[in-house]
């Protein structure tokens, strides 16, 4: 891994990222919520670029590992506007988005924000766009609507999961599902089949959103939420070699 830099945003927080220059188009991952650049496919996916000689960039969103702020403020919107400062700060030309549950969302923000044909490609590992939606009981929206935060069981870790009305009212206003998606560029969807987090539905519904033709849905029958296991980053990885190396003339 190379060290932490930092892009300081105008309003002076800073926003943590590790980049390795190499052949692009450059990988850029963006994790789930509550989770940073340390993960296990974030950092699979590094080492695996540094080796090959491939760009990559991971970064932390504010409120998240490395970057400044506080995790109440985060929104979709947010977190949208620092990956895109620190992808034109890093003079990046084409990129491949790859966003992770909630960083699947993200990524299809994103690619909305980038100028034409930069994305050169995306791949969702559990994409879950629109779960501000379909995934909170109707009576939390109410109370989410309100203006109170409301806390879930963590499956991960030893405190509860917060859903703040802040991002929450942000998502519902950021919602895809129920329109075309224009990007017409490639598209893989890796979903685990015993995923209790993120229905694999929903990545059977991005695929049909999205107007591009070149979209493929991988499910792995036995793979949970997070695809995490050596099997699942070893489908990940060759996801990313295929992507790559079909649109590489230099390959």
Request: glycine share 10%; hydrophobic share 40%; proline share 6%.
């Amino acid at each position: 891994m190379t060290e932490i830099r930092f892009h300081e945003m105008a309003d002076g927080r800073r926003i943590a990222h590790r980049f390795t220059p190499g052949q692009g188009p450059t990988i850029v991952f963006l994790p789930g919520y509550m989770s940073d650049m340390a993960g296990s496919k974030a950092t699979a996916l590094f080492e695996m670029a540094q080796h090959a000689g491939r760009a990559c960039l991971l970064i932390d969103y504010s409120g998240c590992g490395q970057s400044d702020g506080d995790f109440a403020e985060g929104t979709l919107s947010r977190w949208r506007d620092e990956v895109v400062a620190v992808i034109k700060a890093a003079g990046l030309d084409k990129v491949l988005l790859i966003g992770s549950s909630m960083g699947g969302w993200l990524m299809l923000m994103v690619e909305r924000a980038l100028p034409l044909e930069q994305v050169h490609s995306m791949i969702g590992i559990a994409a879950a766009p629109d779960f501000t939606d379909w995934g909170v009981p109707q009576m939390d929206k109410g109370l989410l609507a309100d203006g109170e935060t409301i806390y879930e069981d963590n499956p991960y870790g030893p405190e509860p999961t917060p859903t703040h009305p802040g991002f929450w009212a942000d998502g519902q206003a950021n919602l895809m599902l129920g329109g075309e998606i224009p990007f017409d560029g490639p598209v893989r969807l890796l979903h685990g089949q015993r995923d209790e987090d993120v229905p694999f539905d929903i990545s059977m519904q991005l695929s049909a959103a999205l107007r591009s033709d070149d979209v493929q849905v991988t499910l792995i029958k036995d793979g949970d939420h997070r695809l995490s296991r050596e099997s699942d980053i070893a489908v990940l990885m060759r996801t990313v070699a295929e992507l790559v190396l079909a649109r590489d003339p230099a390959s």
